[in-house]
């Protein structure tokens, strides 16, 4: 079955507008696209063709250095893209392995350990929340109580606010209830790389790549399009709006990718990070190890 639904994947992806950058470009195609159409209209209409007509030959070696251009700025903005995609699997793994140590080392209180749950659980909310600019808490009101939610929010850092949470819960098992110092130390290296993670991710949201580079590329872009219909003209005819059009498509949707990849946290971008699948996985995770544990308690 597989190898007949490659095909099907091919032409839906193909066609679709989902997850693409044409609806964002669109416009702009068509104001390129217009004004080769009134060029070519002007020179079909009074046989008179413009007296800056160019030869075809400096666009090719024009759009050779515009296409490396854009693919460097596009591959420096992957890399942000995939770097930021590494550290929140670096949370994600980190809080199961936090979770774990709590449940397996720490005390057998019911309170304590849902508790744990719930503060390891909040730690990827308010990261995502903090990284998107988000207004809110942690959206973990069930899980720690409104006035431990009330305080989060509060907090000028709320993901250092939580980490530093989960810092007194661990420090008060540790205390009082005897959880083992050296799974105490373990967890707290769990929650020393969160904030490190996290830390990564603010490196990345607030150092965008230098806007002198978008500018040159697009005072690249403009005049490299607005005079092209000039040199097709002498060579297609009517048909210099459609192939004009069909050459800024891919100039512009690069550009879009290229600027879009820059901040992969923000929902409003062009393939962004899906945030809040991540988060609602690690809870789902974490909540499933709690039940699971006081499931096997139960049956003790």
């Not at 070519?40 to 009074?46: C, G, I, P």
């Not at 550290?87 to 350990?113: F, K, M, Q, T």
């Not at 130390?185 to 769990?190: C, E, S």
């Not at 699948?277 to 190890?289: F, P, Q, S, V």
Request: some cysteine.
């Amino acid at each position: 079955m597989k190898l007949f639904s490659r095909p099907q994947i091919f032409w839906r992806e193909a066609c679709t507008l989902d997850g693409s950058a044409t609806p964002y470009v669109f416009q702009r195609i068509l104001i390129f696209g217009g004004f080769a159409a009134a060029v070519a209209f002007v020179d079909s209409a009074t046989g008179h063709r413009p007296e800056i007509e160019v030869a075809v030959a400096p666009y090719e070696v024009a759009g050779a250095a515009l296409g490396l251009l854009l693919v460097l700025r596009t591959n420096a903005g992957y890399e942000r893209w995939w770097e930021a995609r590494k550290l929140w699997g670096g949370i994600v793994n980190r809080c199961r392995h936090l979770a774990v140590a709590a449940l397996s080392y720490g005390p057998e209180d019911r309170e304590w350990r849902r508790e744990a749950i719930a503060r390891i659980s909040a730690f990827p909310q308010a990261a995502r929340r903090a990284l998107r600019g988000e207004d809110g808490g942690t959206e973990a009101v069930g899980l720690l109580g409104l006035a431990q939610e009330e305080r989060i929010r509060a907090a000028h850092n709320r993901p250092l606010a939580v980490a530093q949470g989960i810092g007194r819960h661990l420090r008060s098992a540790r205390g009082r209830r005897g959880l083992d110092g050296f799974a105490f130390l373990a967890a707290d290296r769990d929650l020393t790389a969160l904030l490190d993670y996290f830390g990564g991710c603010e490196r990345i949201q607030k150092t965008p790549l230098p806007r002198a580079y978008a500018i040159l590329i697009r005072r690249f872009i403009v005049p490299f399009l607005a005079t092209l219909p000039f040199a097709l003209l002498p060579k297609i005819g009517l048909l210099t709006p459609l192939a004009t059009m069909l050459i800024a498509y891919p100039i512009l949707a690069l550009d879009k990718i290229g600027d879009d990849l820059q901040d992969p946290f923000s929902p409003k971008n062009l393939n962004h990070l899906p945030l809040d699948a991540i988060c609602r996985t690690i809870e789902c995770d974490l909540l499933g190890l709690l039940t699971s544990e006081e499931a096997r308690a139960g049956k003790g």
